[in-house]
C-alpha cells in the first residue's frame, strides 16, 4: 500500500544523525534532527512545516542556520520543536544575528518553537520577521500525553531517553492508511480529484457507511460502497527515530515501547559492542544493543545511523553487527519480543551474516523453485547478499530501496529511498564493477545523493518475460538499455532470491522482500 511518508537518512551512516520525511503527497516534509543539511536540496529544505529536535548537541542542531536563512524571506512558517531549555536556546541563537534590514515590511515569516518536557509540550513561542525575531510568548498547545504533534491523518510522539541529558525520540503514526486502486477506479470510470481526499478523510473520521461522497459528474456514492470496491484501508504507518541515548534498562523499555511494531526504526549504532567501555562512557548505544531493542520492539524494518568516526569507511561491519543482533541472539530487555510471523530460513540469515561463497551461493539458487511473472507485480524491498561480488555493500549504502514491477511491460529495475526510480543506464555500472573501493567512498555516496534526481527515470526501464536460465525456465527482469537480466526463484511467500546476470561480472545476488 501507498505510504504517508517516505523517511530516508540525511546522511551517509557515519554522518550527522537526521530524517528527513518525504510525505508522498502535499508537497511537504518533516525533519527528525537538524544537523548537516548539505545533502538536502533548497527545494526540499522549503517543503519542511516541522522540525523534531532530539537536543542541542551541534551535530543535531548545525543545520538551523541554513534552514532559517532558505526561509527567512518566504511566508511559510516553520515549527521546531525540541527539549527542556529549547526556547531559551533558540532566543539566543537568533540573538546572535543582526536584523536591522527586517521591518514591518518584510516577508511574514513566522517561526513557532515549543519544548517538551518528558510528558507534554510545556513552552512555546513565537519569533517573526517582521519583529525582528524578537520572542512573543504563546499558550502551549493543547495535546494528549506524549504527543507533540496532531492532525487529521498522523500524529507525531516524543520519548524523553537519557543521555546524561534529556534526548529526545520520535515516532510518527499514520491514524489510517487509506489508498486508491487504481485499476478499480478506471474500471468505473471515475475521475482523480479532490473528491478522493474527501472519501479518504471521512474514512479516518470515521464516518457512517452510508454517508455520501459527491464525485463531480458522476453523482455522489455512498462511503461503504467506495470503502469496498475503490478504496483499500489497513493500518497506518509507523515510523520512529531513536539517536543518543544510554543503553540503560529505562532507555530501553521506553524505546520498545515507543518503536513498537514500527513500519522503520532509525536507531543510533554509534560503537561496535567490543567498544562497549566507549559507548558507555559517552552514553550512546552499540550495534549490539541498538539490534536487539529492534527485535524487542519487533521493528519491521531497522536502519542503524549516527557510527563514530573510529570505524572510517568500515560501517558495514557496524550494519552487520546490528543485523545480527536485531534477528538473533538473546535480547536483555525486560519488554518481550513480539513473535515474528514470518521468520528468515536459518541459511538466508547466516547468508547475510557471514557470505557464501559463489559456488555455494549458485548451488542455493538452484535448489529453489522458479517464479512466474504474474508473482512479481507488485513493489519489492531490496537487499545485497554477499558472496564476494564488486558490488556487494554498494546499493545499500547508496539508499537502495528494492524493485517495481508495475506489470509485464513496465518494471522500475532500481528504486532508490524515498521511492525515486532512477535508469540504470545512467548509472557508471563498468566504473562501480572495476573500481569497487571508489564507488563506496564517501565523496562518491555523497555525490550520488547530490544527483540522484538528475538520474531519474523517464519511464519503465525493463520488463518480465520466462526465461531459461541454469536449467529451469521462470521469470527474469530484461533490463532495456543495459547488457542485464535478473533471474529469480521463491524463497516462500514474501521473499525471493535474486540473481543478476551480465558479462561484465560475475553473478551478483539479492535478496526481495514484498512490501505490505
Known sequence: MTQLVQPRLVNPPEGDPGVYLDFRFGRRAMLFDLGDLAALTPRELLRVSHVFVSHAHMDHIAGFDRLLRLRLHRPRPLTVIGPEGFLRQTENRLGAFTWNLLDARSVDFRL????????????????????????????????????????????????????????????????????????????????????????????????????????????????????????????????????????????????????????????????????????????????????????????????????????????????????????????????????????EPNWLRRWRRKGLSLDAALARFDGLPPVDTTELIGAWRGMGLPSGHPLDGLLERLGWRGKRFESEDHVDPLVFEPGLALDPARLPMKTALRWPRLAQSRPSRIGFLLLRRALRARGPAARLAPVCFRGCTGAAMIYDRQPIIDHFRRIDATRLLGLMQTRAAPPYFFLLTREE
Request: net charge negative.
Open 112 to 343: 513557532t518553537v515549543q519544548e517538551f518536557d518528558g510528558t507534554r509540550i510545556s513552552g512555546a513561542a513565537e519569533f517573526r520577521a517582521r519583529e525582528a525575531f524578537c520572542r512573543r510568548d504563546l499558550p502551549p498547545p493543547a495535546l494528549e500525553p506524549g504527543l507533540v504533534l496532531s492532525e487529521a491523518d498522523f500524529t507525531v510522539e516524543a520519548m524523553a531517553l537519557d543521555h546524561k541529558i534529556p534526548s529526545l525520540a520520535f515516532a510518527l503514526q499514520e491514524r489510517l492508511r487509506v489508498n486508491v486502486w487504481r485499476s478499480a477506479l478506471d474500471a468505473r470510470g471515475l475521475p482523480v480529484g479532490a473528491w478522493l481526499d474527501a472519501a479518504k478523510t471521512a474514512i479516518r473520521s470515521g464516518a457512517p457507511d452510508a454517508q455520501r461522497i459527491e464525485i463531480p459528474g458522476h453523482g455522489s456514492m455512498p462511503l461503504g460502497e467506495l470503502r469496498r470496491s475503490i478504496l483499500k484501508v489497513g493500518q497506518g504507518q509507523r515510523v520512529a527515530y531513536v539517536t543518543d541515548a544510554a543503553d540503560t534498562a529505562t532507555n530501553r523499555e521506553r524505546i520498545v515501547a515507543l518503536s513498537r511494531e514500527a513500519d522503520h526504526l532509525f536507531i543510533e549504532a554509534t560503537f561496535l559492542e567490543a567498544d562497549r567501555d566507549l559507548a558507555t562512557a559517552s552514553a550512546h548505544l552499540t550495534a549490539r544493543g541498538a539490534g536487539e531493542i529492534a527485535r524487542a520492539a519487533a521493528a519491521r524494518r531497522v536502519t542503524g545511523f549516527h557510527h563514530s568516526a573510529r570505524y572510517g569507511d568500515q560501517t558495514g561491519v557496524v550494519a552487520a553487527e546490528l543485523a545480527a543482533a536485531a534477528h538473533s541472539g538473546p535480547v536483555r530487555t525486560e519488554s518481550p519480543a513480539s513473535p515474528d510471523p514470518a521468520e
